[in-house]
T-cell receptor, first 113, second 109 residues
Framework: NAGVTQTPKFRILKIGQSMTLQCAQD?????MYWYRQDPGMGLKLIYY???????DKGEVPNGYNVSRSTTEDFPLRLELAAPSQTSVYFC????????????FGEGSRLTVL | GQNIDQPTEMTATEGAIVQINCTYQ??????LFWYQQHAGEAPTFLSY??LDGLEEKGRFSSFLSRSKGYSYLLLKELQMKDSASYLC??????????WGAGTKLIIKP
């Protein structure tokens, strides 16, 4: 009963390095999302996807890229990491866009030094 | 602009009742969600309201007034495990979720 699986759980990056946060879901959900959560602020949408091959920018896409080659996987790429990208990242999926509840991964805590 | 307001922190006593309020301003409206998030964990779904009124689910209830842009989450018979942050989120006309910063609920014995 995996649900949404994110890796890694923790990572420290140096400024300018790049990395990919992995996200996979086994619920056959079409909709997938990447959020970041900063202290004292609401979740901010980075990118989302409504199905394989389709991605779109959210509220805070700068510095990130995504791809959706399969229904299951939705990796988030950080290029040229900056201290402002220090955050907790959550991947989520849902069955539908209207009433569908979001199922979240456990989160990835990223620190950029 | 779009905005969700909820109190930053609330304290309540074990066994008591607490009401967490949320007001929202969104471009269009397609439902109001409440999520629970324990420290260091992912948010988990609690409730969804799209029509005015009260939805009851065990010890938790959620209320919505669309005309007032207002919702509340009511927690009864509080338990220590209810200590968590409670996130209010509204879906706008594009079905995108706008999230509040969360209300940290502290339960005291």
């Amino acid at each position: 009963n995996a649900g949404v699986t994110q890796t890694p759980k923790f990572r420290i990056l140096k400024i300018g390095q790049s990395m990919t946060l992995q996200c996979a879901q086994d619920m056959n959900h079409n909709y997938m999302y990447w959020y970041r959560q900063d202290p004292g602020m609401g979740l901010k949408l980075i990118y989302y996807s409504v199905g394989a091959g389709i991605t779109d920018k959210g509220e805070v896409p700068n510095g990130y890229n995504v791809s959706r080659s399969t229904t299951e996987d939705f990796p988030l790429r950080l290029e040229l990491a900056a201290p402002s990208q220090t955050s907790v990242y959550f991947c989520a999926s849902s069955y539908s866009s209207d009433t569908g509840e979001l199922f979240f991964g456990e989160g990835s805590r990223l620190t950029v030094l | 602009g779009q905005n969700i307001d909820q109190p930053t922190e609330m304290t309540a006593t074990e066994g008591a009742i607490v009401q967490i309020n949320c007001t929202y301003q969104t471009s269009g409206f397609n439902g109001l969600f409440w999520y629970q998030q324990h420290a260091g964990e992912a948010p988990t779904f609690l409730s969804y309201n799209v029509l005015d009124g009260l939805e009851e689910k065990g010890r938790f209830s959620s209320f919505l007034s669309r005309s007032k842009g207002y919702s509340y989450l009511l927690l009864k018979e509080l338990q220590m495990k209810d200590s968590a942050s409670y996130l209010c989120a509204a879906k706008d006309s594009n079905y995108q979720l706008i999230w509040g910063a969360g209300t940290k609920l502290i339960i005291k014995p």
